[in-house]
């Protein structure tokens, strides 16, 4: 039990990073994307978070994309969509991290479909990573959490957590995932949230 | 023919030898020089005859002996052979066993012609039962198909009526919405109340300088001063307490809302997947039944 419990942590762990590459990726993000492995959802000391939820008829999943929405993070979107900072407002730029993180959930989502249909997913939801304090919130059977390690001006700028929240007593399984998806367009335009 | 011609060689061989024996006897009394000569030629005369004698006579056995080899072989056969009468009763035996069987294949042929007979009959009495038995199951088939597919209109009106969950889902987005928003104002007025505490607190330290300044004159407004200052601490803290509460009540509201969310989803395209499972048998049905 115990082998399966720390593979489901692993594969979990490895599930995040292929996401949050192809995600990138998908938004035309040139560089590499390296991670580290975090212990705790409160470890990763941003500023903000986006929340998102995969429900099934057995399991909740929790995805939190971690980040900071400061100047540097402006800088970063307005690179990526190769737009001038100035001219583009923090309700665009905030827009775009929503479209972001749906998608990153939608690449998770899309995985755990495999084992554990059917599923549907919830809008992202931006809070402060104070609310990061789940004791009492959501009882967790398994998680897993990642950080790039890649620097944008200096820090990090995204981390990732997954938690997973039964309710049967069934286990929970997931495959390891496949490398990096190069499929579908990216998102550079602030359109409207895709729905998975 | 061959025996014939042995004895004649023998006889005219047995002449010749006499005369061979007999001229010399007569010369020898009348010329006896001319004798002499006679037996030298006598002599080997005889001795030709003798061996010609031994030769014709073996002939003569071997001859013999072939005949009765071929004497006793045409005795065997002769003797093999059934009498006139044995044939005669054989043929008789014969023609009665012929008649016997072909009596029996007559009575063997009308037992078939009669058994083919009957299963005729009962091949024609099956096909009619089998017959029926089809009539009555394709007439079940087609009621049952019937119902099925009254009932499969009722369970697709069933979903349809379902799918109208998701007005439900709307409202309750609408209202949980709504839960946000207030929470994100109360976030914000414990923020600009956070900050008014720490004015009154930083309010109350400058009173009670002045109050110590003011000195004699100014205790009992230092004591004022001094319990605004732990008021201020305490409505800090308490501060503290509702921002903390109020964090984690953004995130049950926001992980409640969520899961409304997506666990309509789900239910939506489950519903989904059922109704086009029906819409599948239907046609399978349809199908089936024209």
Redesign the interface.
Known sequence: MSGDFSQVQENLARMLEVALETTLTESSHQGECNFRREQAVNEFEMEHCIVLTISSFRFRVMVILHLSFDDRMRQFIADLTDTKKQETDDEKLLDWLLEMSNSFCGHVKRHLQDTCPPLGMSTPNFLDSACLSLDGVVEVAHQAHVKMTDAYGGEPLFGASVLVSLLDDADFKINAPQAVSQEGGGFESFGELEMF | MRLGVTCKSLTASAVAGFCALQIPSALAAEEPAIAVDWWMIAVPALLLLVIQYVVLSRKHKRQLNELNVQLEAATSQISAMVPKENLEQQRIASVQEIETVRTSLQEAEAQAFSAQSELTQQLADTRTGLEQQLSQIQQSYEGTCGQLDNQMAGVAQAVEELLAVTNTIERWHEGMTDI?KHNKDM?KQIGDFQNIVGQIGILSLNAAIEAARAGEHGRGFAVVADEVRKLSMNAQSLNEDY??HL??N???A??A???I??????????IQ?VKSQITMAHSTLSSRAS
């Open positions: 946000m976030q921002r903390f964090n984690k953004a995130m049950i926001t992980l809302f969520q899961d969310q997506a666990g309509g989803k789900m239910i939506i395209t489950a997947n």
